[in-house]
């Protein structure tokens, strides 16, 4: 077991969330981290709907299990209706992103639901304290999926918990006990991980990529817009996604006022999804990614990644005479 105040005031056996990724975290996933100790969140990306939220919300909850649903802020602008379902489903944390969150901070703590937002700079920190935000994720370059390309985790994460008093996250990179270990010694209150859950078969990945994840290196991936352009998504236009690097992206990325123009190009593309061929689709990855040798389960990753930071945190505790103070309080281990 291993807890931070944060963790232990959800109950939960250990400081891990999954990153709400759509079409990858679905409520299997959820049901499984949560099961093993973390948290579980449902991710509602671009695909999202109220019939999907239903849906994958109810499997946490017929398996008695908590859970929590990330949507996007910009398609809750679009679709006010995702919001209402999401609330309806009774998840204990909602995390909206890439919008101004301030007017749905009411409606969630209504509905007696933590509120969670991601950020990229010690300001964005600020900001969504300001609004009434409970946690922050504090989200760096090398994470997978969206998000903006300016700072990377650790000087992002030091900025950030020099800055508020709420509990923050860690996210972006996290790929093992060690990067567990090194964000929570930092004072993080947990650790917000999407690209190490890739390949668990509790997943929505499509197993077709699968060996691209296996195969792909920490240097294989690329923070591009190229796939926001070619399908049209109302992404945005500052937020890019880091993605694993293909014939697609070596094509296309910083090309995207040309694609945009170019049908033959986005309709291939688009086939490509339909068709799972990831020489042109996308597979939404994190630097992380190079850590990823072989499929295991949530559980299995949960268990690793708490009894090894529990381990090299204990080592760490017996040289050191004190403990980083932040509000969320340093790690605990037993
Ligand atoms: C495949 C994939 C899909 C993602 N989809 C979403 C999403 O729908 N909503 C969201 O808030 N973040 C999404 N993210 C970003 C995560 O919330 C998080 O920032 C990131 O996964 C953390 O970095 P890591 O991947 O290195 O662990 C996604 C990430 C990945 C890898």
Not at 12 to 35: E, F, K, Q, W
Not at 164 to 192: F, H, N, Y
């Amino acid at each position: 077991m291993l807890s931070t105040p944060w963790s232990s005031s959800l109950n939960l056996r250990t400081p891990i969330i999954n990153a709400p990724m759509g079409g990858v975290a679905g409520g299997r996933l959820a049901s499984a981290i949560s099961g093993a100790g973390g948290l579980g969140m449902i991710g509602i990306g671009t695909a999202g709907s109220v019939e999907l939220i239903e849906r994958e919300s109810a499997i946490p909850r017929q398996a008695r299990q908590p859970f929590g649903i990330g949507l996007l802020g910009w398609a809750v602008d679009q679709e006010p209706l995702l919001l209402g379902a999401a609330l309806d489903a009774q998840p204990i944390l909602i995390s909206l992103g890439f919008a101004n969150v301030s007017p749905w901070v009411h409606r969630v703590h209504d509905a007696d639901i933590l509120l969670a937002t991601q950020v990229y700079d010690a300001q964005g920190a600020r900001d969504a304290q300001t609004a009434g935000v409970d946690i922050i994720i504090a989200r760096g370059s090398e994470g997978g999926g969206h998000g903006l390309n300016n700072v990377a985790t650790l000087p992002l994460l030091q900025a950030v918990l020099e800055e508020v008093e709420i509990p923050v996250l860690a996210a972006g990179g996290i790929g093992s006990a060690r990067g567990l270990a090194a964000v929570l010694a930092a004072g993080a209150a947990g650790a917000w991980i999407g690209t190490a859950f890739l390949l668990c078969p509790e997943a929505l990945t499509p197993a077709a990529a699968h060996s691209r994840i296996i195969r792909a290196n920490e240097t294989d991936t690329v923070y591009t817009r190229s796939v926001d352009a070619a399908m049209g998504f109302a992404w945005p236009t500052q937020f890019g996604e880091r993605v694993l690097r293909n014939r697609f992206t070596e094509r296309w990325s910083g090309d995207e006022e040309r694609l945009v123009d170019d049908d033959r190009a986005r309709a291939a593309f688009s086939r490509a999804r339909d068709e799972g061929d990831f020489d042109l689709a996308e597979i939404a990855a994190g630097q992380g990614v190079g850590l990823l040798s072989n499929a295991r389960s949530a559980e299995e990753i949960i268990h690793g990644f708490t009894n090894g930071a529990a381990e090299l945190l204990g080592r760490w505790a017996t040289t050191s005479p004190t403990r980083p103070e932040n509000d969320a309080g340093g790690p605990a281990t037993e």
